[in-house]
């Protein structure tokens, strides 16, 4: 999932190297791949330590979060059947990941917490979150179409390798794993989309063995009992890698000054003259 070389700082004698190679009038072939090397660590770092605008933004809503306790209300997405399964579906979620591990994933209630991150992770193995030797993250898809995305959508694996890092920074864990699924939708949440079916089509002349069709279709689509366990998980795992966490520890403390700089120029606004 990553290149532990690529991720490593360079030390200072490998940028005394690096200066010394810019330096240079001509290059061997050794040298110029040394070169670009070095370059690419270096323009990693610089990258690390970089935000961008979306990386704002999305400290901007975490900032309001915090501070005022408001959050941003999107009814069509936040509640929509598939985000509304996951949460009330959270224990056959991981009932079914917990079939499937050989060890017993302790269910965690707690808030995790230090001077740069916090976060609430589903389970873990181990005495107690902070002693962990893996943590758990389930993640609930709305069907299999959606599942079956993430096994080679690259960007939604790296999104959730770094995901893991952070979980292993925070918890300090050796491992961490992130569980992708999918499970039958509640009773109450398919009875409420047969519902709205039936609303749509008020008024309708839709002949009666049509909608009854429609109806055993719905059930049938939000029920995946009849599909093996093993093909509704996907497993990502990630061991820990000390180069990737201080990584997402510079990118942490990036965040947090920048978080600091808005909230003075934020409460500043109104002080300023026009």
Not at 37 to 46: G, L
């Amino acid at each position: 999932m990553s290149d532990a070389t690529q991720s490593r700082p360079l030390t200072e004698i490998q940028l005394q190297k690096l200066n010394n190679l810019r330096n240079k009038k001509s290059l061997t072939v050794k040298q110029s791949e040394l070169l670009k090397k070095f370059s690419d660590r270096e323009n990693t770092e610089i990258r690390d330590a970089t935000l961008s605008q979306k990386a704002k933004n999305c400290l901007k809503d975490i900032y309001v979060r915090e501070k005022y306790d408001k959050k941003v209300v999107n009814l069509g997405k936040d509640y929509n059947i598939g985000i509304m399964n996951g949460k009330v579906s959270e224990h056959r979620s991981l009932e079914l990941v917990q079939s499937m591990h050989k060890e017993k994933i302790n269910v965690n209630k707690d808030l995790v917490c230090n001077n740069l991150i916090k976060g609430k992770l589903d389970g873990f193995i181990g005495k107690n979150i902070k002693k962990a030797s893996v943590v758990i993250e389930i993640k609930t898809a709305q069907n299999m179409q959606s599942l079956l995305t993430s096994i080679d959508d690259q960007e939604l694996l790296n999104k959730y390798y770094w995901q893991l890092v952070g979980y292993m920074y925070l918890t300090n864990s050796q491992s961490a794993e992130i569980y992708h699924v999918v499970v039958t939708y509640d009773q109450s949440i398919i009875t409420e989309t047969i519902n709205r079916y039936l609303l749509r089509i008020r008024g309708m002349n839709i002949p009666a063995g049509m909608v009854e069709k429609e109806k055993a279709d719905l059930r049938r689509s939000l029920s995946f009992d009849d599909i093996p366990a093993k093909d509704r998980v996907i497993r990502i795992v990630a061991r820990r890698n000390e180069n990737d966490i201080q990584r997402v520890v510079k990118k942490l403390k990036s965040c947090k000054k920048y978080i600091r700089q808005f909230e003075k120029t934020h409460i500043s606004m109104n002080k300023k003259a026009w």
